[in-house]
């Protein structure tokens, strides 16, 4: 859980919008700053080289959670060519493979990269990417995953246990009203990366007190949704097609192959609440046709665009703007100036209020000829 600098409440992700037009470029300043006045300690990883521009690595971890390749890539771009229009960007995906991603940041130390914003495919072995980058002195910004016992310049995410939380309580909410009673199924994330325990945190701390059982729990290798389709096929062997009432999912393209299971089981995924995270266009149409329930809606522009933001800053050795950094998150080896942003929980109700808002996706986007029906009736035009 994140320790916030200030005790005021994080705005929702769509207040965040407003926050956008603050991160902007800190001037031409090129002078190296001697120290961080959110940071936990004064070192070569948070003073950057004091150059104008310079090399930037975004260093993304897989593409089956579509949010990396049409949301986080090309919003951290275009922030970071609005900021600094002379700095070379070097992208790289790892297509969830650890030993990938090293080879991928040794690629950048290598072609010059001054600032290193890393989303681990892989956060504990991750570590030795930090200490690598370190030893050059390049700094590391954690994005979205945090990197335990690492000496980070930066953590940029979401309230991970507040994920788990929307998550749950929509679930737990949604059966009461219905009458459901359990038990429930829960597919948490990959237990290679920290954020999952984090969601499945939160997730806990909601579900272990409403009184509902859970029958079946399973931690999904890679997030991937062929084997969460799996994990929903062992499911419903062992439980029955009405073995269970609900089912925790936590994101979107696993949230997918768990009702694909359940379809090719003859099973109406209208009658069990599923929950998601991320809002994929995918998991917003199933929302719509009420094959899933929920999801979480998290401001990835914001994210991305805060990303760039400290990179430069980190580049260029000067001071995030003001109310960037709000808070830190102690990772055994310093406590880490962080950026947190509040995520929301999306239903049918509020679609157009959330994701098409925000510009997160156009009704158009949404709307195809199988949805049509649906979006007239959701009030989406």
Partial sequence: MFVPIRRRALPVALGLLVAAGTLTACGGDDTESSSNSTGSSTNSTKEGTGEKSGKIALLLPESKTARYESQDRPNFEAKLKELCADCEILYSNADQDAAKQQQQAEAALTQGAKVIVLD???????????????????????????????????????????????????????????????????????????????????????????????????????????????????????????????????????????????????????????????????????????????????????????????????????????????????????????VFLKPVSVTVDNINDTVIKDGFWKASDICTAEYADACTEAGIQ
């Fill in 120 to 338: 681990a495919v892989d956060s504990a072995s991750a570590g030795s990417i930090v200490t690598r980058a370190n030893q050059q002195k390049v700094p590391v910004i954690a994005y979205d995953r945090l990197i335990p016992d690492a000496e980070l310049a930066y953590y940029v995410t979401f309230d991970n246990p507040g994920v788990g939380k929307l998550q749950a309580t929509a679930l737990t909410e949604k059966l009461s009203a219905d009458g459901g009673k359990g038990p429930i199924v829960m597919i948490n994330g990959a237990p290679t990366t920290p954020i999952s325990a984090e969601f499945k945190k939160g997730a806990h701390s909601v579900i272990d007190t409403s009184g509902l059982k859970v029958a079946k729990e399973f931690d999904t290798p890679d997030w991937s949704p062929d084997k969460a389709q799996a994990q929903m096929d062992q499911t419903i062997t062992a439980l029955g097609k009405d073995g269970f009432d609900g089912v925790y999912v936590a994101n979107d393209g696993m949230a997918g192959g768990a009702i694909a299971a359940m379809k090719a089981a003859g099973i109406d995924p209208k009658t069990v609440p599923v929950t998601g995270q991320d809002a994929e266009l995918p998991g917003i149409q199933r929302i719509l046709a009420g094959e899933q329930y929920m999801t979480v809606y998290k401001a990835i522009k914001l994210q991305a665009e805060a990303a760039a933001q400290l990179a430069v800053n980190t580049l260029q050795g000067t001071e995030p703007p003001s109310g960037l950094v709000n808070g830190e998150q102690d990772n055994g080896a310093t406590k880490v100036p962080s």
